[in-house]
């Protein structure tokens, strides 16, 4: 289900693409994923040729997530 709407997205990015002739920098986008099993992220990252990305907030020095100790569960 995941990859058939991330491939989605992609044929719309495409379809911009071509009208507009401005496409996405791959070396400054990169996808968030949390509570994704290891096989649907690998095949979520390669649909839209993203590497993995990081959410790295900090609040008063500390990793916001780590401070809120949010898990995979957490974002289902």
Same mark, same amino acid.
């Not at 986008?29 to 990305?53: F, H, I, W």
């Given at each position: 289900?995941?990859?058939? #709407?991330? #491939? &989605?997205?992609? /044929?719309? %990015? *495409?379809?911009? @693409?071509?009208?507009? *002739?401005? #496409? =996405? !920098? ?6 968030? %994923?949390?509570?994704? *099993?290891? !096989?649907?992220?690998?095949? &979520? =990252?390669?649909?839209? #040729?993203? @590497?993995?990305?990081? &959410? &790295?907030? @900090? ?9 809120? @100790?949010? /898990? ?5």
């Amino acid at each position: 289900m995941e990859v058939a #709407s991330v #491939s &989605l997205v992609r /044929n719309c %990015l *495409d379809q911009f @693409r071509v009208a507009s *002739d401005l #496409s =996405l !920098n791959l070396d400054k986008s990169s996808m968030l %994923l949390c509570g994704v *099993d290891p !096989n649907t992220k690998l095949q &979520l =990252l390669g649909a839209l #040729s993203y @590497r993995e990305g990081k &959410l &790295l907030v @900090r609040y008063l020095g500390e990793l916001l997530l780590q401070m809120m @100790r949010i /898990n995979p569960t957490t974002c289902q």
